[in-house]
Nanobody, 113 residues
């Protein structure tokens, strides 16, 4: 499975961004897709995850502001991020579970105050 993430960038606090991640390869094996993030000097943390049945979970810090969605027909997962805060600044990684875990290359989100 290969994952290609896109959509990061620089945004002011209170703004919005939408991340996209397209999967290719052995996509039929994918169960869970998720977004993780890693801020400078911090460990990678789960932001949101969604199963192939559409069940989703969020980190408490983003609940109510971020929305994860999935298009199984396009083998893609999205993260709509609203009301962004400077503490959301991080490299965001797309993740897919297809037996073993797979990671995308990361896309940088920078939120200025």
């Amino acid at each position: 499975v290969q994952l290609q993430a896109s959509g990061g960038g620089l945004v002011q606090a209170g703004g919005s961004l939408r991340l996209s991640c397209a999967a290719s390869g052995s996509v039929l094996r994918i169960n869970v897709m998720a977004w993780y993030r890693q801020a400078p000097g911090k460990t990678r943390e789960l932001v949101a995850r969604v199963t192939n049945g559409g069940n989703s979970n969020y980190a408490g810090s983003v609940k109510g502001r971020f929305t994860i969605s999935r298009d199984n027909g396009k083998n893609a997962v999205y993260l709509q991020m609203n009301s962004l805060k400077p503490e959301d600044t991080a490299v965001y990684f797309c993740y897919a579970s297809a037996g073993p875990p797979y990671w995308g290359q990361g896309t940088l989100v920078t939120v200025s105050s």
